[in-house]
């Protein structure tokens, strides 16, 4: 089993940036791919960021290609986001999924999920 734990989420003006962090813990041996999803209220999860465990081939929605970077770093995986608008804000949501990265980022697609950390922009 997979433990995801993650940080950093918190209030914001707009214009400003942020930091979340997710630590996997547990049985991490078949991870491959990471990444980060959202959802704010009354919209569905969308698929925002995701990257190889090995800290590759990083993909970005469109809605925030440019402002946020993912990485990943052994067992924490990092999203930093700048520049942060008020469409930004929700639930950010890790997640983590033992098969390679796809093109798409799909809910369906990943394995295991943190319990979120809340964003908010003013």
């Known amino acids: 089993h997979v433990q995801l734990v993650e940080s950093g989420g918190g209030s914001v003006q707009a214009g400003g940036s942020l930091r979340l962090s997710c630590v996997a813990s547990?049985?991490?041996?078949?991870?491959?791919?990471m990444g980060w999803f959202r959802q704010a209220p009354g919209k569905e999860r969308e698929g925002i960021a995701r990257i190889t465990a090995g800290g590759g081939s990083p993909a970005y929605a469109d809605s925030v290609k440019g402002r946020f970077t993912i990485s990943q770093d052994d067992v924490k995986n990092v999203l930093q986001m700048n520049n942060l608008k008020p469409e930004d804000a929700a639930m950010y949501y890790c997640a983590l999924r033992t098969g390679g990265c796809l093109p798409t980022m799909m809910m369906t697609d990943y394995n295991y999920w943190g319990q979120g950390t809340q964003v908010t922009v003013s």
């Open positions: 547990g049985n991490t041996a078949n991870t491959n791919c």
